[in-house]
């Protein structure tokens, strides 16, 4: 669609139904997590409406869309996606009266794909391997003359949506020492970094195996590469995103898979709900806290679902390391 055919009222018009459903207006709450000698609080951006904080990053990609004339009345919208992303995508779309489908990788769950429909979307089998499923979604958006929802482009954030370090920074009465957040296509982490490069607030990611942010900003190579998928669902990447801006980051940190799962149980166990991702944000947390005297950490609870332990993780020694971390702050992380 070119700009000068848009429909200008209407392009405000959605913009401002995109952010009248609360975003810039109630921000996602902060909760404490029970330690003995730390504070650690938690961001939930599980409490938005489609349950992560992808809900946040699509109403930004939106919104710039919008803004660049890319989305009309009648405009189909695609994505390349079958997790939080096609979700999101699909209950903005729908906001906006907008058809719209998401190309899944054909071991996409069941109750994914029922979420997906359930938000008024379609979906379809991707074709062709993981690796080409993005470039798989731009030619069927070009067939389709629809616009394709390109979630692992960088770019700026939208001004009218509020990143999560932007309610944050609202809702405390002194800056965190550290956020703390997941990479998956690093816009999130890029973002965050870019609102707190000026304050003495700290930007930490955290990374699980298999996954190229740490070597990459280790090594400073941005085109660092594994070639192996993140079993943590929403964090983690094969290689380095376009979105991920090494020089926003502080630090990044390894958090071993059974780490992730463990610490999403323990929250779990003490009244959060949590996922695996929010599980790493929180371990991240634990660690830059222990023995030292930080301030307040904030981490990020992008996810709240209870996803299954991979049967080959053992993450009992992971619970009684946070089961301690709790009671008296003696943070003894198994060791690797």
């Known amino acids: 669609m070119r700009g000068e055919d848009v429909d200008h009222d209407w392009a405000a018009a959605s913009i401002r139904r995109i952010v009248g459903t609360g975003l810039g207006e109630l921000p996602t709450p902060l909760r404490r997590v029970p330690l003995a000698s730390a504070e650690v609080l938690l961001k939930d951006e599980s409490a938005l409406p489609t349950g992560s904080l992808k809900h946040r990053h699509v109403a930004s990609i939106l919104c710039d869309a919008l803004e660049r004339g890319q989305l009309g009345g009648d405009t189909p919208i695609v994505g390349a996606t079958g997790g939080a992303v096609a979700v999101a995508g699909a209950w903005f779309a729908a906001l906006l009266g907008l058809p719209v489908t998401a190309i899944v990788h054909p071991r996409t769950s069941r109750e994914l794909l029922a979420r997906i429909e359930s938000e008024g979307g379609q979906w379809r089998f991707a074709e062709g391997p993981p690796a080409g499923m993005q470039d798989e979604g731009r030619a069927h958006a ?15 954030w939208a001004p009218h949506v509020p990143t999560p370090a932007d309610e944050i920074l609202a809702q405390l009465d002194v800056p965190p020492a550290w956020i703390v957040t997941g990479a998956a296509t690093g816009h999130t982490s890029a973002n965050i970094g870019e609102r707190v490069k000026a304050l003495p607030t700290k930007l930490a990611v955290v990374d699980p195996e298999n996954s190229a942010y740490l070597p990459a900003w280790l090594y400073d190579e941005p085109s660092y590469a594994t070639g192996m ?91 009684r390391a946070l089961d301690t971390f709790a009671a008296s702050g003696d943070w003894r992380p198994p060791r690797q």
């Open 142 to 156: 070009a067939e389709q003359s629809a616009y394709f929802l390109d979630h692992f482009a960088g770019g700026p």
């Open 229 to 319: 998928p993140s079993r943590v669902p929403g964090i983690g990447r094969p290689r380095v995103e376009a979105a991920f801006r090494m020089d926003l980051v502080d630090k990044v940190q390894f958090v071993p898979d059974p780490a992730s799962f463990a610490a999403a149980a323990w929250l779990r166990e003490h009244g959060i709900p949590a996922g695996p991702a929010t599980g790493a944000a929180f371990w991240g947390a634990c660690q830059l806290t222990a023995g030292s005297d930080t301030g307040s950490v904030v981490a990020i609870q992008g996810d709240a679902a209870d996803v299954p332990t991979p049967p080959d993780l053992d993450t009992l020694s992971y619970e």
